[in-house]
């Protein structure tokens, strides 16, 4: 009995690769990425969630988003979110990926149409490493889903900052600045852009680029995250 329990999940996670129409999170077969009773479990708000300026995950920071910046998380940061998104973003499983952007996609309250979407970009170096931007390849699947055009070469990061989630939670305000960023074209006269990111902690990043495009004349930036 003891042997069943333990190699369970070393069997499961085989059986990912065998059969791609298994559920990624409980093995159990089924027409997509997620069986329904895993979809039914996963923490998301069916009209997108939309966070207030005092969301906790600027609470203590001392950086709060200005008030014209709105951010909409698709699911709270917990399990089974966590695994689908470090799966996605370390263990390089893009239909986990995908699955997620398309849910995204479903799940987003657009009431005014926004002009652009903007993927959060990693600097050269990171996306050498990991081989993809976890926030284009999101950003990729809104795009194809909602008809809303994606730009991603319109916002560079020129500074290679340590992973946010490598960075202790007091020390990330001070991991990323405006300066991290920058625009290398002028951009065409965009009123409304959205920034596409994986996922919202203490709001630093999102903030910084946000900050940058407004200073840079654009009229409204909102932020669209996975998860928060």
């Known amino acids: 009995m003891s ?13 990912h690769w065998l059969l791609p129409q298994s559920c990624f999170l409980c093995g ?10 895993c979809l039914t479990d996963l923490p998301v708000s069916t009209t997108g969630r939309r ?13 709060p988003l200005p008030s014209h910046i709105h951010t909409q998380a698709v699911f709270f940061y917990e399990n089974p979110i966590d695994k689908l998104i470090i799966a996605a973003k370390f263990n390089k499983n893009l239909t986990v ?10 799940q987003l309250t657009i009431t005014d149409q926004p002009e652009v979407l903007i993927p959060v970009p990693l ?18 699947r809104i795009c194809q889903k909602t008809g809303i055009p994606l730009n991603y070469s319109a916002v ?9 989630s ?18 290398i074209q002028p951009p065409p006269p965009w ?10 902690t203490t709001g630093t990043t999102v903030k910084a680029v946000s900050e940058m495009l407004l200073e840079a004349g654009i009229a409204k930036v909102e932020v669209w995250c996975c998860a928060s």
């Open 3 to 15: 042997l069943i329990t333990t190699t369970k999940p070393r069997l499961i996670q085989f059986t």
């Open 28 to 37: 159990d077969l089924c027409q997509q990425v997620l069986c329904e009773a």
């Open 51 to 63: 966070l207030p300026i005092d969301h906790p995950c600027n609470q203590g920071q001392n950086t």
């Open 97 to 106: 990926l995908n699955y997620l952007g398309d849910q995204m996609a479903q």
């Open 123 to 140: 600097h050269r170096n990171r996306l050498r490493q990991r081989g993809y931007n976890q926030s284009v390849e999101l950003a990729k």
């Open 156 to 164: 560079i990061r020129i500074r290679d900052t340590p992973p946010q």
């Open 166 to 183: 490598l960075t202790k939670f007091t020390e990330r305000r001070n991991n990323i600045r405006e300066t991290d960023f920058k625009i």
């Open 191 to 200: 009123q409304h852009v959205i920034l596409v990111d994986d996922v919202i």
